[in-house]
């Protein structure tokens, strides 16, 4: 019998059966989980092992890692350059150091929330 989400959870990981069965029945009380169920511990142990970063390679994830990878690092990217160069760039098209430096509060407030 297979877990109905992510069998690499915390229960099965730890063998606490009393509470997997609890929270398995309330999840799904038609599936009238018991203790004495094989919830596949020896498969989940095994599988669980190992290097996790190598495991976003496996399984077809690859580009979707990549994919992520490089969205997040083009966010930091942007901001990094707003951070620094937008004031400069805001005083050489003509506006006040005061006012360049309060746009750029203003944007890193709006990062905040």
Known sequence: MMAPFNPRCFYILKKQIKQLVAILNKIHPE???QE???YQFEQ???DAKGFP?????TDKRAVSTFAF???VFSCFLMVYGLNTWLPKIMQQAGYGLASSLSFNVVLCTGQIT
Not at 53 to 57: A, H, P
Request: glycine share 6%.
């Open 69 to 71: 990878w490089i969205a």
């Open 53 to 57: 970063v190598r495991k976003l390679f």
């Open 36 to 38: 004495n169920d094989d």
């Open 44 to 46: 989940v142990q095994r």
């Open 31 to 33: 599936g009238n989980y």
